[in-house]
């Protein structure tokens, strides 16, 4: 009977880790097809478009400009475009549109164009790269419990993968996707995949090569969907290099401690260059994306040097961590708000290019991050007894989470605009500190069961508070596309929950 039960163990948790992915990937086609399941609507194609120019050897897109607009002494002013047509959030230079947004994801359509596939909507990519984060998400937190909290119950495993994946800001980007959103999850994908790979090579005995060059690969991929991500990166890098230091200084073994350094800087570092050289042959610079000369609304030209500064840290924190819906009578309950740090702090001089976008703080969508202070808390504890292999591994992974997510959070409140989509670029390694951090509470308090308990239904009490306002957020901010798209389930939803 032992036996059989022993046995049936490993299938039923492989099997409840089968249901929560599905479960999650079910939600991301519901929401992205506004209840549709089948008819996804397409914003932009932008992706497509270069896809197809590189297709054809070309670097521009093949939209040809306005005549008018190119005729234009000026065409980056707004006020003086008058009656020319042109695309919003592109750059345009030397009579040619370009996107600053990275190449990566473009690339990725390539094969699918090449198979004979039509005009292929930025709505895909954002729905894969979404369901990528999510599976890199979710590897690396089975990974973590595999290797650092077998004590930890198995069933709370995939509660936590269905919390990581359901909360804030998924299913508000996947219902709003454009190429903003296609360039921000594959970002996060690729590097994520890249710290999954790196959390394998740590504790896999001996420590595969190939991993750390595969996660070099993956970082690169991710500067070239977005280079913003060039933060977390060089903040897991720095960290890599740190710990290899360690062992080096501890062990002695230059070539064990070497090797996965420098299989880790070679990819990275020749992505970098292949960045670099895009840039050189669209702009005559290798540093310059084509950010100095896109079209927008405003007159970014007149403000380059004041898209980022310190003078945005405080408003700007309040309304990524802290911002607070407004309330509606009846279905959805919250209004969300445009993000309004800016008048907690009245003394602050902004730049008229400041700007906020609909936002819900962090704090408020998604308070099981929370936990994410547990961990950061137990570094400070100093050890008496020598840590074991384990212990050493775990508090380094430890330390480049935290450090991915404050590097990802410096560079978003220096930024001149906020946004809901940005936050995607530091929920997941927060998520995963807050996941370390329930579990360390947990196996903290085994020994007392009362205790336990009362820990575990409060962390199980903000998973779902932190899934259910992170969803009626996103009914809230769309309300008028789901009127739109669907309006018969939006006349079910407004029924059902009339209150």
Request: charge should be positive.
């Amino acid at each position: 009977m032992h036996r059989q039960f022993s046995s049936a163990r490993p299938r039923l948790f492989t099997v409840s880790i089968a249901a929560s992915l599905l479960l999650v990937l079910v939600c991301y086609a519901w929401f992205i097809s506004y209840g549709r399941w089948t008819n996804w609507p397409t914003r932009t194609t932008y992706y497509d478009q270069l896809a197809t120019a590189f297709q054809h050897h070309h670097l521009a897109l093949e939209l040809q400009p306005d005549p008018l607009l190119l005729a234009l002494t000026n065409p980056y002013n707004p006020a003086k475009r008058g009656d020319s047509k042109y695309l919003l959030d592109v750059s345009l230079y030397a009579g040619k549109y370009y996107l600053y947004f990275g190449p990566v994801p473009a690339l990725m359509l390539i094969p699918l164009k090449m198979a004979g596939a039509g005009v292929l909507g930025d709505e895909l990519l954002v729905f894969a790269m979404t369901v990528g984060v999510f599976l890199a998400q979710s590897a690396l937190i089975v990974s973590l419990w595999k290797h650092f909290f077998r004590a930890v119950p198995a069933w709370l495993v995939p509660l936590c993968l269905l919390c990581a994946g359901l909360v804030s800001p998924w299913a508000w980007m996947l219902t709003g996707a454009r190429v903003y959103e296609a360039a921000g999850a594959g970002a996060q994908f690729f590097f994520l995949l890249g710290l999954w790979m790196i959390l394998t090579a740590l504790v896999t005995s001996p420590r595969s090569l190939g991993w750390f060059a595969g996660a070099g690969l993956a970082w690169a991929l991710a500067l070239g969907s977005r280079l913003t991500q060039i933060f977390p990166v060089a903040s897991f890098c720095l960290l890599i290099a740190i710990f290899f230091l360690m062992e080096y200084r501890r062990t002695r073994e230059f070539a064990s401690c070497a090797l996965p350094v420098i299989s880790l800087a070679l990819p990275l570092m020749l992505g970098v260059g292949l960045l670099g050289w895009y840039n050189q042959a669209r702009f005559g610079s290798p540093f310059e994306t084509g950010f100095s000369y896109q079209l927008t609304l405003g007159y970014m030209q007149k403000h380059l040097h004041e898209l980022f500064s310190p003078v945005y840290i405080l408003p700007n924190l309040y309304d990524y961590l802290l911002a607070t819906p407004g309330r509606q009578p009846g279905f959805p309950f919250l209004r969300i708000l445009q993000g309004s740090g800016l008048t907690l702090f009245p003394f602050l001089r902004l730049p008229e290019i400041y700007n906020t976008g609909s936002l819900l703080g962090l704090l408020c969508s998604t308070p099981f991050i929370l936990f994410a202070g547990l961990p950061v808390a137990a570094l400070g504890f100093k050890k008496t007894a020598p840590q074991t292999e384990a212990a050493r591994e775990l508090n380094w992974f430890t330390v480049g989470l935290l450090a991915a997510s404050l590097a990802g959070l410096a560079s978003l409140v220096a930024f001149f605009f906020s946004a809901m989509r940005y936050t995607a670029d530091i929920l997941p390694p927060l998520m995963l500190l807050a996941i370390l951090g329930f579990w360390q509470g947990e196996r903290l308090l085994a020994p007392q069961p009362g205790f336990r308990r009362l820990y575990l239904a409060a962390g199980i009490g903000l998973m779902l508070f932190s899934i259910t306002v992170s969803t009626l957020a996103v009914f809230s901010i769309r309300t008028e596309d789901f009127q739109a798209l669907n309006p018969t389930l939006w006349a079910q939803l407004t029924q059902i929950f009339p209150w």
